[in-house]
């Protein structure tokens, strides 16, 4: 069992001996989607802590986007119910990077490919996103990532 599954099935009992309804209620719902998607399939898998990791964030995401909805459509109660789950799912997630800290992490990346004596230029781009990628894995957004990556290579 993963680390982080291990976390979220602590928080449940101590939540429970809290009587901290909402968290008790989201890391419950968290526990079964990850369930889920370990079972769905032809054959049972095991999740590991990155999958977990992205699957929380899609779950915090989901929970921002139906916040927004019930802004717009005067149910402020509802947005605030939903925008305490997701702090509770963003509690488990490791700590978002600045653009700052990947602009760095990108430059460190294409010295490291000059040193070696490439001449970096744009066709090198994936062998640039490859290991930038799996440093700043879950904690920004690879698109934006991606945007660096090629401004740094113009």
Same mark, same amino acid.
């Given at each position: 069992?993963?680390? &982080?599954?291990?976390? $979220? ?7 429970? #001996?809290?009587?901290? %309804?909402?968290? $008790?209620?989201? !890391? *419950?719902?968290?526990?079964? +989607?990850?369930?889920? *998607?370990?079972?769905?399939?032809? =054959?049972?898998? +095991? &999740?590991?802590?990155?999958?977990? =990791? ?8 989901? *929970?921002?986007?139906?916040? %927004? ?36 992490? !990108?430059?460190? =990346?294409?010295?490291?490919? %000059? ?7 744009? %066709? ?5 996103? #490859?290991?930038? =990628?799996? #440093?700043?894995?879950? *904690? ?15």
């Amino acid at each position: 069992m993963s680390t &982080l599954k291990e976390r $979220l099935h602590a928080d449940v009992v101590a939540h429970m #001996k809290d009587g901290n %309804r909402v968290a $008790l209620t989201t !890391v *419950r719902n968290v526990l079964g +989607e990850i369930e889920t *998607r370990e079972k769905s399939g032809k =054959t049972p898998i +095991e &999740l590991d802590d990155a999958q977990v =990791t992205a699957l929380m964030q899609k779950e915090a995401a989901k *929970r921002h986007d139906t916040a %927004r909805i019930y802004t717009e459509a005067g149910q402020e109660g509802r947005a605030t119910a939903e925008l305490a789950e997701a702090e509770v799912i963003e509690a488990f997630l490791p700590q978002p990077l600045t653009a700052g800290e990947v602009e760095s992490i !990108v430059d460190e =990346t294409i010295e490291a490919l %000059r040193a070696e004596g490439a001449e970096v230029s744009i %066709r090198h781009m994936g062998a640039i996103m #490859k290991p930038v =990628t799996a #440093k700043v894995a879950g *904690r920004f957004d690879g698109k934006a990532v991606s945007e660096i990556v090629r401004s740094r290579l113009a």
